[in-house]
């Protein structure tokens, strides 16, 4: 029986989803004003893995992921470029989901975007309104949180004073109420700006979604996710919109994946350790990073630094080494019935783990131990073809949502005109020519070679 932990309930609970077999899911997705840093991929790979676990416990999932294209970030950077949010929301929208397949990330169903459901937030506004649950001020309009009795449910936290519960200072806003958050606000030179029944000028950023859930989704989902930051105040107030308008129970079970920091402090461009998800790929693999995030339980805050990578990398270098060794076994002969043994109750005990609300950390150690002892029986013993097969269809359906191994073994060998490359490249470096070097290594990845400056000199290693 799977078991999910929810955070509304601060319980593990059975998993039964509103209709049978069929799952509902969102996840808050990326304000598009820059590339992808590690957080994201930490919490869409995360979720990522649960999803296609879902799906391989036979369920039927529609998986949503909303981009966030209007923005009080989107404006500023648009700005600055001097580009229009539209421009800026293309690029790296498009930047995001080449990141997402590279990590191997699978498609959402729906990735909707607040510049194309304009029309759909209006609507809900107009119903908050219409029940009383929101008015209009000089400069936009607002939720009013004391008409949501069941306010705080979610995160726990009662509404104080001094909190604002919006992402942006807003307190020179004449609102009744300082906990009051912002639906849309009313246009301001510069700034995009829609036609609506308030006026021109853009939704806040809550109503979005709570707008697209209904949209894609229906008024009842199953599973909503996001990181742990976003209990409070995104999704306390996405329940308070939404229920608002429907008296009915907006989301089932509310999945919060933990926190990513770097070298134990918040990432933030001014204390220099933000890391883009473009960074992360020039020095690590990305079934590395996959693979690291695949054995921290998606609930755990993380902390990501060079050394763990290290020692992720390691490890994932010895389970491919195995694999590899698996797939070279030649020896004929009939299956032996104890492999068989060690692969069911690997099934048996990976599975029970995942199903105690997707404890990937526990469930990793079934993988070893079966890598453990079909070592052991086959240097006892020699194993056999079938075997050999068996226990590669094995890791083969788990890779279905890991998403990590490979089968398939490429020889690590270079030609003589890229090993020369890579010197010329070195040398550049030694002369400080960035930029050149810069232009090898590109060429390099593009047939499939990554490179990796360590002190003892240039690694290099091919793609899987
Ligand atoms: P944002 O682009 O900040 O709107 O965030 C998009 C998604 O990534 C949300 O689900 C966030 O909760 C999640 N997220 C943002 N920063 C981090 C982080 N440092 N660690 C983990 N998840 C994050
Ligand atoms: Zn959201």
Redesign the pocket.
């Known amino acids: 029986m799977l078991k999910v932990k929810n955070t509304l309930t601060a319980k593990k609970e059975p998993f039964k989803p509103i209709e049978k077999g069929k799952i509902r899911m969102y996840?808050?997705?990326?304000?598009?004003y820059g590339p992808?840093?590690?957080?994201?991929a930490?919490?869409?790979i995360a979720f990522d893995i649960i999803r296609r676990y879902l799906e391989y416990r036979k369920f039927r999932v529609k998986y949503v992921v909303n981009i966030?294209d209007v923005?009080d970030d989107m404006i500023k950077t648009a700005n600055e470029l001097g580009i229009s949010i539209f421009e800026l929301g293309k690029k790296y929208s498009e930047e995001f989901f080449k990141e997402m397949k590279i990590l191997k990330v699978k498609q959402a169903d729906v990735y909707p975007r607040v510049t194309e459901e304009i029309d759909e937030i209006i609507k809900l506004i107009e119903k908050l309104v219409q029940k009383k649950l929101a008015y209009e001020t000089d400069d936009g309009v607002y939720f009013k949180v004391e008409k949501f009795s069941d306010y705080g449910k979610l995160s726990g936290i009662k509404i104080e004073k001094g909190k604002t519960g919006t992402r942006i200072q807003t307190d020179k806003y004449e609102k009744n109420n300082v906990q009051d958050f912002v639906l849309w606000k009313k246009a301001k030179p510069n700034e995009p700006a829609w036609d609506s029944p308030w006026g021109k000028g853009r939704p806040g950023w809550h109503i979005e979604c709570s707008a697209m859930n209904f949209h894609h989704l229906g008024e009842q989902i199953d599973i909503h996710?996001?990181?742990?930051?976003?209990s409070f105040p995104h999704h306390e107030n996405e329940i308070a919109q939404s229920e608002g308008v429907t008296g009915k129970q907006f989301v089932k079970y509310w999945m919060?994946?933990?926190?990513?920091?770097v070298n134990e402090k918040?990432?933030s461009k001014s204390l220099g350790n933000f890391i883009t998800i473009p960074e992360l790929l020039k020095t690590t693999d990305p079934r590395v990073f996959r693979f690291f995030v695949s054995g921290l339980h998606y609930r755990s805050p993380?902390n990501f630094s060079a050394k763990q990578i290290k020692k992720s990398e390691k490890t994932l270098k010895k389970l491919d080494s195995f694999l590899k060794r698996l797939t070279e076994i030649k020896k004929t002969g009939s299956e032996n019935k104890k492999v068989n043994v060690l692969i069911e109750n690997a099934k048996k005990g990976f599975e029970k783990e995942m199903d105690d609300d997707f404890n990937l950390p526990n469930a990793w150690a079934y993988l070893f131990e079966l890598e453990r002892e079909t070592n052991k029986m086959e240097q006892e013993k020699g194993l056999t073809k079938k075997d050999a097969l068996n226990v590669l269809n094995f890791f083969k359906k788990i890779n279905s949502f890991l998403d990590i191994f490979q089968f398939e073994f490429k020889e690590q060998k270079l030609s003589q005109e890229e090993m020369k490359l890579i010197k010329k490249r070195e040398n550049l470096r030694k002369e400080k020519k960035w930029d050149e070097a810069d232009n090898i290594r590109k060429l390099l990845a593009k047939k499939g070679i990554l490179l990796d400056d360590t002190q003892k000199g240039t690694k290099w290693r091919k793609e899987a």
């Open positions: 996840v808050c997705g990326p304000t598009v992808g840093h590690i957080g994201h930490r919490t869409y966030t923005h996710c996001g990181a742990e930051d976003l919060h994946s933990g926190f990513l920091n918040k990432m993380v």
